[in-house]
Nanobody, 119 residues
Framework: QVQLVESGGGLVQAGGSLRLSCAAS????????MAWYRQAPGKQRELVAR???????NYADSVKGRFTISRDNAKNTVYLQMNSLKPEDTAVYYC?????????????WGQGTQVIVSS
C-alpha cells in the first residue's frame, strides 16, 4: 500500500540542472522525515539530503550549495533541485520516508531514478 515513486531523472551535461520528484502515498506524509539517497556503481548508498517534518534540512558536504531539498505536504511530494551538476553526481537516486511512533519504526524506499551527468 505504501508507495514512493521517483521521477525526473535523466541525462544532463555537467553544469546543468535537474529536479527530482518523489510522490508518496499510503502514509501520513506530513509526519515523516523525507530524504534523498544515491548510489553510484561500485559504491555504497549515501545520504544526499534530508528534510524533517518540521522543515529542517541537512545535506551531504559534496552537494551543499548546489542541491536543495523541499517538500509540499499538500501534494505528498518531496523534491530535490540539483544545480551545477558534476559527473560525480551520476548515480541512482532513491527517495526515503522515515517515521517512528513509540518503539515502532517505519522506513520506506522508492524504486530509484537514474541520473547521468556527462562531461
Amino acid at each position: 500500500q505504501v508507495q514512493l515513486v521517483e521521477s525526473g531523472g535523466g541525462l544532463v551535461q555537467a553544469g546543468g540542472s535537474l529536479r527530482l520528484s518523489c510522490a508518496a502515498s499510503g502514509i501520513a506524509f506530513s509526519r515523516y522525515a523525507m530524504a534523498w539517497y544515491r548510489q553510484a556503481p561500485g559504491k555504497q548508498r549515501e545520504l544526499v539530503a534530508r528534510i524533517t517534518s518540521g522543515g529542517s534540512t541537512n545535506y551531504a558536504d559534496s552537494v551543499k550549495g548546489r542541491f536543495t531539498i523541499s517538500r509540499d505536504n499538500a501534494k505528498n511530494t518531496v523534491y530535490l533541485q540539483m544545480n551545477s551538476l558534476k559527473p560525480e553526481d551520476t548515480a541512482v537516486y532513491y527517495c526515503n520516508a522515515y517515521g517512528s511512533r513509540w518503539e515502532e519504526e517505519y522506513d520506506y524506499w522508492g524504486q530509484g531514478t537514474q541520473v547521468i551527468v556527462s562531461s
